[in-house]
């Protein structure tokens, strides 16, 4: 069963840094789009940042310059790297991903994937 776990989450002080992981268990072929989305409490979930197969990368005006997307494709693995954190930061963090599964009666599909969240709390 495929799932996305992440970790890295927790409480910082203003200016301080952080790096989030979302790992991809269970088979698969391949990792397509990998992004990272937020909620806050009372607002809409936004996305973060967004990086493609190919390693374009994408992000909210918000963090452009402070947060920086990176993925591993050995690993399963794609990280959010963030720096200069503000209260206004806080949040759980969500990892999706487009996943490429196989089986042997349906062949290769895509597969859109969520993972639980982790909390990132920014006090000032």
């Known amino acids: 069963q495929v799932q996305l776990v992440e970790s890295g989450g927790g409480l910082v002080q203003a200016g301080g840094s952080l790096r989030l992981s979302c790992v991809v268990s269970?088979?698969?072929?391949?990792?397509?789009?990998m992004g990272w989305y937020r909620q806050a409490p009372g607002k809409q979930r936004e996305l973060v940042a967004s990086?493609?197969?190919?390693?374009?990368?994408d992000y909210a005006d918000s963090v452009k310059g402070r947060f920086t997307i990176s993925r591993d494709n050995a690993k399963k693995t794609v990280y959010l790297q963030m720096n200069s954190l503000k209260p206004e930061d806080t949040a759980v963090y969500l990892c999706?991903?487009?996943?490429?599964?196989?089986?042997?009666?349906?062949?290769?599909?895509?597969?859109?994937?969520w993972g639980q969240g982790t909390q990132v709390t920014v006090s000032s």
């Open positions: 999706n991903a487009e996943l490429v599964e196989t089986t042997l009666w349906r062949g290769n599909y895509l597969r859109n994937y």
């Open positions: 990086i493609t197969s190919g390693g374009s990368t």
């Open positions: 269970g088979s698969i072929i391949r990792m397509n789009d």
